[in-house]
């Protein structure tokens, strides 16, 4: 089985004429959780926005090559890309509808469901996302009402709805107690038997929690990249040390 989903090859990225991200080479894993970390302002979230190239839509400019599934991301229509690579942001987005509504606008819109398929797979994302139990009784409530985690879970799902290959998760647990962070946590170890999932966290004990491979960046480029295990407990270079340590370990 080909094990890389993902891979960026001398990938920069330039808003006007700042350089953001510099020569990036990287590989994810498929069926893993890769894990991004580093200082704010490094460029974790441009680097997860190049992938599906809303980075463009920012005013980014994209040069080298990105390659899913073999396939060189530029050849891929915009529309199947951001099917297959779905981005979850550090603010949860739920669409001003019901809960159900939010889980089933996708499959609707692309209209080649019928409505037995739409129901189970509503019920699916939902225990998927942990969210069953707490929401089953008011499905038809609106979503805005829910707390931040269960809105948090709800954008997940809706993420998953369209089934894409590749999850990207920008932070989503900064916001979040204990209880909803763990919930995630749990999920995102389900999910990556079926997806790949690519997340940015600044809590380390997180990353050293799910991570299976880590990329440590700083000031654009890649510092470090490795096993999660190897990395926490025997990292090579000064500046990982130095952000381990820093980090509280
Ligand atoms: N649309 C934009 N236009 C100009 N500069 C931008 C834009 N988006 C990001 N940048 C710059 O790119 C750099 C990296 O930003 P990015 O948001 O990727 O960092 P980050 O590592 O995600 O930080 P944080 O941990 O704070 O979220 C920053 O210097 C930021 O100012
Ligand atoms: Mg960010």
């Known amino acids: 089985m080909e094990k890389t989903i993902l891979s960026v090859n001398n990938l920069n990225v330039t808003f006007g004429k700042k350089k953001i991200l510099k020569n990036i080479n990287l590989e994810i894993n498929k069926n893993e959780i890769t894990v991004i970390i580093g ?41 199947s890309l951001r099917n297959k690579i779905g981005l979850v942001f550090q603010n949860p987005v739920v669409f001003p509808f019901s809960i159900e509504k939010n889980l089933t606008y996708a499959l609707e819109y692309h209209n080649k469901y019928d409505e037995e398929t739409i129901g189970k797979r509503k019920i699916e994302l939902l225990k998927q996302t942990k969210l069953y139990d707490e929401v089953k009784d008011h499905l038809h409530m609106f979503a805005g009402k829910l707390s931040g985690g269960q809105k948090q879970r709800l954008s997940i799902a809706r993420c998953l709805s369209v089934s894409p290959k590749i999850i990207l998760l920008d932070e989503p647990c900064s916001a979040l107690d204990v209880k909803n962070t ?68």
Not at 226 to 248: A, D, H, Q, W
Request: proline share 2%; net charge negative; with cysteine.
């Open 39 to 79: 200082q704010s302002g490094c460029g974790k979230s441009t680097l997860l926005k190049s992938f599906n190239r809303i980075v463009e839509e920012e005013g980014g400019k994209i040069e080298g090559n990105i390659m899913i599934e073999g396939e060189d991301f530029n050849n891929i229509p915009l529309q």
């Open 182 to 249: 763990m919930f995630i946590e749990e999920m995102l170890m389900e999910l990556k038997k079926e997806y790949t999932i690519v997340i940015v966290t600044h809590n380390l004990a997180q990353a050293k929690r799910i991570g299976d491979n880590v990329i440590f960046m700083d000031d654009g480029k890649i510092v470090e990249e490795g096993r999660s295990k190897e990395f926490f407990e025997c990292p090579k270079e000064n500046l990982s040390k130095e952000y381990i340590k820093y980090m509280g370990n």
